[in-house]
Nanobody, 119 residues
């Protein structure tokens, strides 16, 4: 059993910043990838940023230069620092973990945290 606990969402004005956190706990042996996805009403869920175990990162074009993903391997925690937020960043943000368990590689999703950016 693996749990993902997300925190840090909320309401912020355009131009402001938020920091999301996601901590993985439970029967996970190692983590291959940690990522953040988001889904706005009427849209498909999309990748925002991801970080591999070795530290390589990828970002959606829409957030490059504004968002930064990082991880604390000792705490199995991933962070998303979001700066210069825009109204179009409004969405539910979901934590994603691809980890190795006793059953092999498994994908886990968090329940999501709402980010609302007002204009």
């Amino acid at each position: 059993q693996v749990q993902l606990v997300e925190s840090g969402g909320g309401l912020v004005q355009a131009g402001g910043s938020l920091r999301l956190s996601c901590a993985a706990s439970g029967s996970i042996l190692s983590i291959n990838v940690m990522a953040w996805y988001r889904q706005a009403p009427g849209n498909q869920r999309e990748l925002v940023a991801r970080i591999f175990g070795g530290g390589t990162t990828n970002y959606a074009d829409s957030v490059k230069g504004r968002f930064s993903i990082s991880q604390d391997n000792a705490k199995n925690t991933v962070y998303l620092q979001m700066n210069s937020l825009k109204p179009e960043d409004t969405a539910v943000y979901y934590c994603y973990v691809l980890g190795r368990t006793g059953l092999g590689n498994v994908v886990y999703w968090g329940l999501g945290t709402q980010v609302t950016v007002s204009s």
